[in-house]
């Protein structure tokens, strides 16, 4: 609610949920639209079975594995953990 008169000399904008609710319907219609165009393409055609035949394709080359590699171990050292304590409560 403006506190002033608008000046007669300018023009009346549009009322704001006349134009919210324009422009909301103009938006439908261009979802409305690039969903039926995307939805109606022409289909793909169907792939087709092709029969390669065997000189054109190379053997594998057969390549020999790679040698074990070595690791050097390190020797484990000894753990040495003192005898548990049994604690009894209560008695």
Known sequence: MSLRPT????????????LKI???AGLVLVYGAVT???THHPKRPPMEIVTIPVDVVKAARRVPPAPP????????PTVTLPPPTLVLRGR
Not at 7 to 18: A, D, N, S, W
């Open 7 to 18: 000046p007669p000399t300018l023009p009346r904008l549009p009322q704001p949920r006349r």
């Open 69 to 76: 590699a070595v690791v050097a171990l390190q020797p484990v």
């Open 22 to 24: 324009a422009v909301l």
């Open 36 to 38: 039926l165009v995307l």
